[in-house]
Nanobody, 127 residues
Framework: QMQLAESGGGFVQPGGSLRLSCAVSGFTLDLYGIGWFRQAPGKEREGVSC??????????NYAASVKGRFTISRDNAKNTVYLQMNSLKPEDTGVYFCAAERLSRPCELLQGRYDYWGQGPQVTVSS
C-alpha cells in the first residue's frame, strides 16, 4: 500500500525556520516525482515546490512566493523528501501536503499530475 507521511509542522515566529519531511512507503521513491502543496484557511490549495524523479532529471521547481526561501531535497536511500523552509512569513501559514507523481518527467506544480497524497501537517507562522 502506497503511503506518504508528512512530519515537521508546527508553530514558528516570522523569520523562523521549519523542515518538513515526507516519508514514503509502498513504492520506490526514486521512481516518483514529489510535490509539496499547501492550503491556507479559506483559500485553495496551491503548489509550493516539487522535485522530479531521477529518471525525470531530478529537476526542482518553486512557486514564486517561496523561491529563495524554501529548498526541496530528496534522500532516496531514506525514502524521504524534505522541504526546508527559511525566513517564514505569516502568509506561509497553512496545511502542507506532499504528493507523488508516477510519471518520470520534469515536475510541475499542477495538482492534477499527482496520484498519491499525504494527510498534511499544519504550519503556523505568527508572532
Amino acid at each position: 500500500q502506497m503511503q506518504l507521511a508528512e512530519s515537521g509542522g508546527g508553530f514558528v515566529q516570522p523569520g523562523g525556520s521549519l523542515r518538513l519531511s515526507c516519508a514514503v512507503s509502498g513504492f520506490t521513491l526514486d521512481l516518483y516525482g514529489i510535490g509539496w502543496f499547501r492550503q491556507a484557511p479559506g483559500k485553495e490549495r496551491e503548489g509550493v515546490s516539487c522535485v522530479s524523479s531521477s529518471f525525470g532529471g531530478g529537476s526542482t521547481n518553486y512557486a514564486a512566493s517561496v523561491k529563495g526561501r524554501f529548498t526541496i531535497s530528496r534522500d532516496n536511500a531514506k525514502n524521504t523528501v524534505y522541504l526546508q523552509m527559511n525566513s517564514l512569513k505569516p502568509e506561509d501559514t497553512g496545511v502542507y501536503f506532499c504528493a507523488a507523481e508516477r510519471l518520470s518527467r520534469p515536475c510541475e506544480l499542477l495538482q492534477g499530475r499527482y496520484d498519491y497524497w499525504g494527510q498534511g501537517p499544519q504550519v503556523t507562522v505568527s508572532s
